[in-house]
């Protein structure tokens, strides 16, 4: 008898959970309100140098990320309501659960609850409706030449960011904090994991242009602009990326039988 209790309880509970995740996901993507995109600083390495780095940040450093969105929101007709707003929720001590390294489905499910669970016991949100929680993690460069890779997540409108401590960075860091934003709102990437080469066409910013290669800009969810075959690079900045019509469908800009 107590055992049946037990687990309606818990049915119960992950239904709640369920509802309240899916009720968030669909309404952020409705774009009838500014949605606040809120950033937390954390210390990656535990460094003095990212310690410094976190110090000097401020919203004006995110503003760009913001810009984007709006600007790219314009072109897809979209202006009026689809836009951001991103707030500087301070730094945090803790680091945020590492994700699984080639981790199994079922491991990745755990480490996404995990993760989820960190960020409510880690943040306080004012203000109704959906917010976006970006959980952003400065390495020392002189520490680390390469970071792990970073994630977004739709559960629970998560995103989980590594990125250097360096203002020679500063630029290339909002092109990977905008790639991962849109993975909270159900985007997906672009680019062929195996090589990193974006996919034609999703995952090219102009799949017109004629002659294809070289492209000019980035798709932001391919996150690298093609330049031959087998070479892309990421981008220097946001202003030399896009949001192409896939992603803007996945995010709700473009119905999906445009
Ligand atoms: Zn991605």
Known sequence: MFKALRVFILLLVLAVV???????RT??????????????????????????YLRGLTTE?????????????????????????????????????APPRNGSALEVIVWSLKMRWWAYRN?????????????????????????????????????????????DMARQNNVV???????????????DPATNQPLFPDGYANPELDP?????????????????KHKAETPPGLDDAVIGSRTAQEINWLQDDI
């Open 123 to 167: 943040t306080d949100t004012a203000g109704p409706g959906p917010q976006v929680k970006m959980f952003l993690l400065y390495f020392d460069p002189a520490l680390s030449n390469k970071l792990a890779h970073s994630t977004g997540l739709q559960q629970g409108l998560i995103g989980r960011v590594n990125i250097f401590a360096s203002r």
């Open 177 to 191: 904090i905008t790639h991962e934003f849109p993975h909270t709102l159900g985007a997906t990437d672009k680019y």
């Open 18 to 24: 369920a509802s309240a995740a899916w009720r968030a």
């Open 61 to 97: 450093d995110f503003k760009p990320i913001a810009t984007f969105m709006r600007d790219e929101a314009e072109r897809y007709d979209r202006s009026a309501n689809a836009s951001i707003e991103i707030r500087l929720g301070g730094t945090i001590a803790a680091p945020p659960p």
């Open 212 to 228: 294809l290669l070289p492209q000019q800009f980035a798709e932001i969810m391919a996150g690298r602009t093609p330049l031959s």
């Open 27 to 52: 309404q952020s993507v409705e774009w009838k309100y500014t949605l606040p995109v809120n950033i937390y600083l954390i210390n990656g390495d535990g460094s003095p140098v990212a310690e410094e």
